[in-house]
């Protein structure tokens, strides 16, 4: 596992994700893209970053504007994931926002969803 930091876009038009490792010294790798359409105009409108399967390995969440759901990619080291999991957010809520914590105190990374 590095401590570099890295940098996670969501790509609105092109429903993807861009990853850029960083070197640790203000550069970064080409990007690396993860396709993130879960049906046609999925519109990927945010991320966050966390451990939500208590790995120790960042795993990537992305909100899926128009198709109302977020997509989990678990990593599993070296800036590399599995295929995106899906969870469905209901007809019509359009997530627009996603931020991750601990919010009940377990000792468990989670996140919740701003419509």
Do not use: H, W
């Amino acid at each position: 596992m590095n401590t570099e930091l890295d940098i996670v876009i969501a790509n609105y038009d092109s429903e993807s994700v861009s990853i850029f490792l960083g070197y640790g010294n203000g550069s970064f790798a080409n990007s690396e893209n993860l396709l993130t359409s879960a049906g046609s105009n999925s519109y990927s409108y945010v991320v966050t970053v966390g451990d939500y399967n208590n790995d120790v390995i960042q795993d990537i969440v992305v909100a899926n504007q128009g198709t109302n759901n977020l997509g989990i990619f678990l990593g599993y080291g070296k800036g590399t994931f599995l295929s995106m999991i899906l969870y469905p957010m209901g007809y019509g809520s359009r997530p627009i926002s996603i931020v991750g914590g601990d919010f009940n105190k377990d000792k468990k990374f989670g996140f919740c969803r701003i419509q």
